[in-house]
């Protein structure tokens, strides 16, 4: 009986030369084709299932700094322009977003006056046009963007953070401005950010998504600390002169919006530490408020203050 031969796996059944080659021919092939096939999804997804516009739209979007997203955006709004009688205000936000600080109102009122029933867009422009010193204009887009949907107290707190700044001498700017904050504290409105311009595809987790959540959140913020510290310069200088009427009802308005805003949906950080700051302020005038009042602090208003004061050095 003849002994069987050996075999080699590696070479084919029997050492056959020409299937092992085949073999490795067939593997190479197969990684070829997925590679290709990579490819071609690769290219689909970043040149045929987008328009250009909406392409340079998602890149600018998702770069990670301003000065590219803005060439990008550029771009996109030009082509928008080109191809559509009516152009996307989209584009022009984002753009507006990462505008330079000379070109970031125009961008503004370009993409508002398309899209003006946009109460979110309203709010970013007001806030906007209040941080270049367009008090009046600011108020204007406020009250705007309290007309339109979804219904939000955000709107209100900044008419009257702004009121003290608009050019009306008649006006008593301090009980007007805190009879518009007491209106939407009495309304059962919740407090509502803007959340940044995203594509619909993509995750909102990411650290980039985040740091526009924080930059909003920042715009927005900064008429209500202006506000604040007015307010607490009037209640200081007040009280140093020991005129203390109506006072605890007006610091009690402002700490209310405070905890309104530290409540808000979908609160981030810098929401809470507003919320907390404004809270803060009003609660440690309250109280001394309260001592020239002839009347003892209550206890509760100061273990609130102290709960608010190591919430907000955390």
């Given amino acids: 009986m003849k002994p069987r031969s050996r075999e080699f796996p590696e070479l084919g059944f029997g050492g056959d030369h020409t299937g092992a080659r085949r073999t490795r021919r067939a593997f190479r092939l197969c990684v070829a084709a997925v590679v290709l096939f990579a490819a071609t999804l690769w290219f689909s997804e970043c040149f045929l299932r987008y328009p ?41 936000q ?3 977003e990462r505008e330079e600080s000379d070109k970031i109102l125009a961008a503004y009122k370009t993409a508002y006056e398309i899209d003006p029933r946009n109460s979110f867009l309203a709010i970013r422009y007001g806030c906007c046009l ?21 219904e939000n107290a955000l709107p209100g707190y900044l008419q009257a953070a702004v009121l003290p700044w608009v050019d009306e001498a008649s006006r008593d700017r301090l009980a007007d401005s805190l009879a518009l904050v007491a209106r939407t504290n009495g309304s059962n409105e919740s407090v509502i950010f803007p959340r940044p311009l995203w594509f619909p595809t993509l995750p909102q987790g990411g650290e980039r998504y985040a740091e526009l959540r924080r930059q909003i959140a920042q715009e927005c913020c900064a008429p209500l600390y202006r506000y604040t510290d007015w307010i607490a310069e009037a209640a200081a200088s007040n009280i140093e002169k020991r005129r203390v009427h109506l006072w605890n009802s007006r610091l009690e308005t402002l700490e209310t919006m405070g905890e309104r805003i530290a409540a808000s949906r979908g609160s981030g950080t810098i929401q809470a530490i507003a919320g907390l700051r404004i809270q803060l302020q009003a609660s440690t005038f309250r109280e001394q408020v309260a001592q020239l009042d002839s009347s003892a602090p209550d206890r509760t208003s100061i273990t609130k203050r102290m709960k608010l004061e190591s919430a907000s050095s955390n």
């Fill in 52 to 92: 250009s516009a909406e392409r340079l739209y998602l890149s600018g979007l998702t770069l990670p700094n301003n000065e590219s997203g803005r060439v990008m955006l550029r771009q996109a709004v030009k082509i928008d322009n080109e191809k559509n009688e009516s152009p996307s205000p989209k584009y022009l």
């Fill in 94 to 96: 984002a753009l507006a």
């Fill in 130 to 150: 209040f941080a270049h010193g367009e008090a009046a204009a600011a108020l204007d887009r406020f009250r705007e963007a309290a007309l339109h949907p979804p």
